[in-house]
Protein backbone atom coordinates (compact mmCIF):
# COMPACT_ATOMS: atom_id res chain seq x y z
CA UNK A 1 0.00 0.00 0.00
CA UNK A 2 1.22 3.46 -1.00
CA UNK A 3 0.98 5.73 2.15
CA UNK A 4 2.78 8.75 3.80
CA UNK A 5 3.06 8.27 7.58
CA UNK A 6 3.53 11.58 9.33
CA UNK A 7 5.41 11.69 13.12
CA UNK A 8 2.89 12.60 15.95
CA UNK A 9 1.32 15.92 17.39
CA UNK A 10 3.78 18.15 19.20
CA UNK A 11 3.54 20.82 22.01
CA UNK A 12 5.80 23.45 22.05
CA UNK A 13 6.33 26.52 23.53
CA UNK A 14 7.11 30.48 21.26
CA UNK A 15 10.93 30.33 20.45
CA UNK A 16 11.51 26.32 20.52
CA UNK A 17 12.59 24.50 17.58
CA UNK A 18 10.81 21.76 15.73
CA UNK A 19 11.36 18.55 13.40
CA UNK A 20 8.59 16.82 12.09
CA UNK A 21 8.85 13.69 9.90
CA UNK A 22 7.03 12.17 6.80
CA UNK A 23 8.00 8.36 5.74
CA UNK A 24 7.02 7.01 2.19
CA UNK A 25 6.41 3.47 1.99
CA UNK A 26 5.21 1.22 -0.69
CA UNK A 27 6.24 3.18 -3.63
CA UNK A 28 10.29 4.65 -4.95
CA UNK A 29 10.48 7.44 -2.82
CA UNK A 30 13.49 8.91 -4.77
CA UNK A 31 10.77 9.34 -7.50
CA UNK A 32 8.39 11.50 -6.58
CA UNK A 33 8.13 14.72 -4.88
CA UNK A 34 7.00 15.62 -1.12
CA UNK A 35 5.41 18.45 -0.57
CA UNK A 36 4.00 20.26 2.77
CA UNK A 37 0.89 21.72 2.98
CA UNK A 38 -0.44 23.85 5.80
CA UNK A 39 -3.79 24.32 7.26
CA UNK A 40 -4.66 26.46 10.54
CA UNK A 41 -7.36 25.67 12.53
CA UNK A 42 -11.13 26.27 10.71
CA UNK A 43 -8.85 27.44 7.69
CA UNK A 44 -8.12 26.73 4.08
CA UNK A 45 -4.88 24.58 2.67
CA UNK A 46 -1.65 26.98 2.16
CA UNK A 47 1.20 24.80 -0.10
CA UNK A 48 4.63 25.26 1.56
CA UNK A 49 7.04 24.15 -0.22
CA UNK A 50 8.58 20.34 -2.11
CA UNK A 51 11.50 18.24 -2.50
CA UNK A 52 12.29 15.96 -4.66
CA UNK A 53 14.20 13.41 -2.61
CA UNK A 54 15.98 12.04 -5.35
CA UNK A 55 18.40 15.29 -5.48
CA UNK A 56 17.32 17.25 -2.71
CA UNK A 57 15.51 20.02 -5.10
CA UNK A 58 13.72 22.00 -3.35
CA UNK A 59 11.27 25.26 -3.53
CA UNK A 60 9.30 26.97 -1.29
CA UNK A 61 6.12 29.27 -1.36
CA UNK A 62 7.21 32.84 -1.20
CA UNK A 63 5.06 32.81 2.02
CA UNK A 64 7.05 30.61 3.85
CA UNK A 65 10.79 30.77 2.31
CA UNK A 66 13.04 31.52 5.30
CA UNK A 67 10.22 30.91 7.81
CA UNK A 68 10.70 26.96 7.27
CA UNK A 69 13.37 24.04 5.88
CA UNK A 70 12.23 21.47 3.88
CA UNK A 71 14.95 18.42 3.73
CA UNK A 72 14.92 14.90 3.22
CA UNK A 73 17.05 11.41 3.96
CA UNK A 74 16.53 9.20 0.83
CA UNK A 75 17.87 6.73 3.07
CA UNK A 76 14.96 5.88 5.04
CA UNK A 77 12.61 7.28 2.79
CA UNK A 78 11.52 10.26 5.12
CA UNK A 79 10.96 13.55 4.37
CA UNK A 80 11.16 16.60 7.18
CA UNK A 81 9.40 20.04 8.00
CA UNK A 82 11.49 22.16 11.10
CA UNK A 83 11.21 25.48 12.00
CA UNK A 84 14.06 27.05 14.38
CA UNK A 85 11.91 29.25 16.41
CA UNK A 86 8.23 28.53 16.47
CA UNK A 87 5.67 31.51 16.73
CA UNK A 88 2.29 31.25 18.02
CA UNK A 89 0.65 31.81 14.62
CA UNK A 90 2.51 28.10 13.49
CA UNK A 91 0.02 26.44 15.63
CA UNK A 92 -1.68 24.51 12.54
CA UNK A 93 -2.31 20.99 11.21
CA UNK A 94 0.56 20.15 8.61
CA UNK A 95 0.16 17.44 5.76
CA UNK A 96 2.93 15.99 3.98
CA UNK A 97 1.89 15.47 0.03
CA UNK A 98 2.88 12.69 -2.91
CA UNK A 99 3.32 14.11 -5.99
CA UNK A 100 4.87 13.52 -9.50
CA UNK A 101 6.73 15.40 -12.82
CA UNK A 102 3.92 15.04 -15.65
CA UNK A 103 4.72 16.63 -19.32
CA UNK A 104 3.59 19.85 -17.98
CA UNK A 105 4.55 20.31 -14.76
CA UNK A 106 3.82 18.84 -10.89
CA UNK A 107 0.70 16.94 -10.82
CA UNK A 108 -1.93 16.24 -7.96
CA UNK A 109 -1.17 15.52 -4.54
CA UNK A 110 -2.58 12.08 -4.80
CA UNK A 111 -1.54 10.56 -1.99
CA UNK A 112 -1.54 12.61 1.09
CA UNK A 113 -0.09 11.87 5.14
CA UNK A 114 -2.34 11.69 8.16
CA UNK A 115 -1.38 15.48 9.32
CA UNK A 116 0.19 16.73 12.19
CA UNK A 117 -1.23 18.76 14.33
CA UNK A 118 1.29 21.37 15.72
CA UNK A 119 0.27 23.48 18.72
CA UNK A 120 3.10 26.39 19.79
CA UNK A 121 1.33 28.03 23.47
CA UNK A 122 3.36 29.33 26.49
CA UNK B 1 -7.57 39.41 -4.90
CA UNK B 2 -6.99 35.41 -4.30
CA UNK B 3 -5.77 33.39 -7.16
CA UNK B 4 -8.26 31.07 -6.75
CA UNK B 5 -11.97 32.01 -5.70
CA UNK B 6 -14.64 29.45 -4.72
CA UNK B 7 -17.82 30.12 -3.03
CA UNK B 8 -17.84 29.63 0.99
CA UNK B 9 -20.88 27.51 0.64
CA UNK B 10 -23.38 25.83 -1.19
CA UNK B 11 -26.17 23.64 -0.14
CA UNK B 12 -28.04 21.36 -2.23
CA UNK B 13 -30.46 18.15 -1.16
CA UNK B 14 -29.85 14.84 -1.61
CA UNK B 15 -29.61 13.41 -5.13
CA UNK B 16 -29.64 16.59 -6.36
CA UNK B 17 -26.60 17.74 -8.78
CA UNK B 18 -24.05 20.36 -7.33
CA UNK B 19 -21.74 22.88 -9.53
CA UNK B 20 -18.93 23.92 -7.67
CA UNK B 21 -16.63 27.02 -8.86
CA UNK B 22 -12.93 27.58 -9.01
CA UNK B 23 -13.05 31.68 -10.74
CA UNK B 24 -9.27 32.67 -11.56
CA UNK B 25 -8.02 35.64 -10.54
CA UNK B 26 -7.86 38.27 -13.76
CA UNK B 27 -5.24 38.15 -16.56
CA UNK B 28 -4.74 34.28 -15.42
CA UNK B 29 -6.79 32.54 -17.99
CA UNK B 30 -8.19 29.23 -17.65
CA UNK B 31 -7.62 27.68 -20.78
CA UNK B 32 -4.05 27.41 -19.67
CA UNK B 33 -4.34 25.27 -16.79
CA UNK B 34 -5.23 21.99 -15.25
CA UNK B 35 -7.07 22.23 -12.75
CA UNK B 36 -7.23 19.89 -9.42
CA UNK B 37 -9.97 18.78 -7.26
CA UNK B 38 -9.71 17.53 -3.51
CA UNK B 39 -12.44 16.76 -0.49
CA UNK B 40 -11.60 17.08 2.90
CA UNK B 41 -14.01 15.74 5.61
CA UNK B 42 -13.99 17.02 8.70
CA UNK B 43 -11.07 15.37 10.99
CA UNK B 44 -9.59 13.73 8.28
CA UNK B 45 -7.01 14.56 5.35
CA UNK B 46 -8.01 16.18 1.94
CA UNK B 47 -7.86 13.18 -0.52
CA UNK B 48 -7.77 14.00 -4.66
CA UNK B 49 -10.55 14.21 -6.76
CA UNK B 50 -9.69 14.45 -9.93
CA UNK B 51 -7.74 16.73 -12.65
CA UNK B 52 -9.09 18.72 -15.76
CA UNK B 53 -7.73 20.71 -18.82
CA UNK B 54 -9.68 19.89 -21.15
CA UNK B 55 -12.01 16.52 -22.51
CA UNK B 56 -8.63 14.99 -23.85
CA UNK B 57 -6.34 16.00 -20.62
CA UNK B 58 -8.60 15.13 -17.48
CA UNK B 59 -7.86 12.31 -15.07
CA UNK B 60 -9.93 10.84 -12.26
CA UNK B 61 -8.82 9.66 -8.93
CA UNK B 62 -8.27 6.33 -8.04
CA UNK B 63 -11.19 4.89 -6.73
CA UNK B 64 -13.43 8.12 -7.30
CA UNK B 65 -16.81 8.01 -8.34
CA UNK B 66 -18.16 8.83 -11.93
CA UNK B 67 -20.44 10.98 -10.60
CA UNK B 68 -17.59 13.34 -9.76
CA UNK B 69 -16.48 15.35 -13.05
CA UNK B 70 -14.57 18.47 -13.90
CA UNK B 71 -15.13 20.88 -16.55
CA UNK B 72 -14.76 24.64 -17.47
CA UNK B 73 -16.47 27.66 -18.16
CA UNK B 74 -14.13 29.98 -20.11
CA UNK B 75 -16.72 32.73 -20.26
CA UNK B 76 -16.16 32.72 -16.26
CA UNK B 77 -12.52 32.45 -16.35
CA UNK B 78 -13.49 29.43 -13.99
CA UNK B 79 -13.12 25.53 -13.24
CA UNK B 80 -15.96 23.48 -12.49
CA UNK B 81 -16.87 20.36 -10.08
CA UNK B 82 -19.80 18.85 -10.90
CA UNK B 83 -21.57 16.54 -8.20
CA UNK B 84 -23.95 14.55 -9.75
CA UNK B 85 -26.87 12.70 -7.39
CA UNK B 86 -25.34 14.02 -4.06
CA UNK B 87 -24.90 11.66 -1.24
CA UNK B 88 -24.87 12.76 2.74
CA UNK B 89 -21.11 11.04 2.14
CA UNK B 90 -20.29 13.91 0.03
CA UNK B 91 -20.98 16.49 2.80
CA UNK B 92 -17.69 18.16 2.78
CA UNK B 93 -14.87 20.78 1.78
CA UNK B 94 -13.90 21.36 -1.70
CA UNK B 95 -10.90 22.62 -2.37
CA UNK B 96 -9.36 23.69 -6.16
CA UNK B 97 -5.19 24.10 -6.71
CA UNK B 98 -3.58 25.17 -9.78
CA UNK B 99 0.37 25.04 -10.16
CA UNK B 100 1.15 29.05 -10.93
CA UNK B 101 4.58 30.22 -12.19
CA UNK B 102 5.52 26.89 -10.25
CA UNK B 103 3.87 26.98 -7.06
CA UNK B 104 0.97 25.41 -6.28
CA UNK B 105 -2.42 27.50 -5.06
CA UNK B 106 -5.23 26.06 -3.57
CA UNK B 107 -8.24 27.64 -3.87
CA UNK B 108 -10.34 29.49 -0.61
CA UNK B 109 -12.95 26.16 -0.74
CA UNK B 110 -16.39 25.83 -0.50
CA UNK B 111 -18.30 23.71 2.12
CA UNK B 112 -20.96 21.69 0.73
CA UNK B 113 -24.24 20.47 2.91
CA UNK B 114 -26.52 17.81 1.89
CA UNK B 115 -29.99 19.10 3.31
Known amino acids: E ?6 GA ?20 TSYWIGWVRQMPGKGLEWMG ?14 FQGQVTISADKSISTAYLQWSSLKASDTAMYYCVRTEWELLGLGAFDIWGQGTMVTVSS | QAVLTQ ?21 INVGTYRIYWYQQKPGSPPQ ?3 RYKSDSDKQQGSGVPSRFSGSKDASANAGILLISGLQSEDEAD ?9 ASVFGTGTKVTVL
Not at chain 1, 2 to 7: A, F, G, K, N, T
Not at chain 1, 19 to 27: D, E, R
Request: glycine share 8%.
Open chain 1, 2 to 7: VQLVQS
Open chain 1, 50 to 63: IIYPGDSDTRYSPS
Open chain 2, 48 to 50: YLL
Open chain 1, 10 to 29: EVKKPGESLKISCKGSGYSF
Open chain 2, 7 to 27: PASLSASPGASASLTCTLRSG
Open chain 2, 94 to 102: YYCMIWHSS
